[in-house]
């Protein structure tokens, strides 16, 4: 009988953030909210850093982890497009961060990859499996009040950016971290693809693209361009508050300043 053994890796333990912790990166300032909402919530999450260094240490992987992007090219000499590393966004964004700072030269870029769903809270028995990275609120009796909604838009960013602020020296600074073959590895971390899909997880109104600026009955439109940080910041400083066009001409929910405007 053939056997296989894990590594014991480092204990991982559930963290309590209450939501009074993350009045200071509420932007912006959040609403009154009716009366009976003022209650305290808390955030339960665990490390970030703690469960990619207990991944990377991890010998299971090993033989299955690329530690660099790659062109594979088949039979045909057509190149052969799979996981992350064989695209081109692993190379150029490689190269994005060693123009940016030299002395990442030589690090492996460790792409972080997020999914985010909504479940209610239930109770069962068997092989049950649960996926949610945050758990909604459909259940409060305020769920369509303009207020509340602004605030839960909030707490969803302000509760991400929290979480994952362990993470943020190590996406301009390069860790060492024990990979899966053993070796020992200087590691960037960076924001790969966050999957969502609720209204409250995004920045554009729904309706609009989040890839470019195209309303959803032109798509195809001339004047249209990709969606970037700083255009939408120039565009808000454009319109200095003026929500409803903003919202209405330009899909931009000005309620929510994303999570990721907190790191690198």
Not at 155 to 178: C, D, I, N, Q
Not at 226 to 244: M, P
């Amino acid at each position: 009988m053939q056997t296989t053994s894990t590594k014991l890796l480092m204990p991982q333990c559930w963290v309590t953030l209450p939501g009074s912790a993350l009045s200071p990166i509420l932007s912006p300032p959040p609403p009154t909210l009716p009366n009976g909402l003022g209650v305290p919530y808390e955030i339960w999450y665990r490390d970030p850093e703690v469960v990619i260094k207990n991944l990377l240490d991890n010998p299971d992987f090993d033989g299955l982890f690329d530690y660099r992007p790659y062109v594979e090219i088949n039979p045909e000499n057509k190149r052969r497009w799979s996981d992350f590393m064989s695209g081109n966004f692993a190379w150029s964004h490689l190269d994005q961060i060693y123009k940016a700072d030299n002395s990442t030269e030589g690090a492996m870029l460790c792409p972080l990859f997020f999914g985010a769903d909504k479940t209610t809270v239930s109770v069962s028995t068997g092989n049950a499996e649960y996926h949610p990275g945050y758990m909604g609120l459909g259940d409060r009796k305020y769920d369509n009040d303009p207020a509340f909604r602004t605030f839960r838009r909030q707490l969803y960013h302000a509760s991400w950016a929290a979480v994952l602020s362990s993470l943020k020296a190590g996406m301009t600074t390069p860790v060492v971290r024990r990979c899966p073959d053993g070796h020992f590895r200087r590691v960037i971390y960076d924001f790969g693809p966050f999957i969502a899909d609720y209204p409250e997880q995004v920045l554009p109104v729904q309706g609009w693209c989040t890839k470019c600026t195209a309303p959803a009955h032109n798509l195809d439109g001339p004047m249209t361009t990709a969606q970037t940080y700083e255009g939408t910041e120039d565009i808000i400083e454009a319109f200095d508050g003026d929500t409803k066009t903003l919202w209405e001409n330009y899909g931009i929910n000005t309620d929510i300043v994303p999570f990721t405007t907190e790191f690198p």
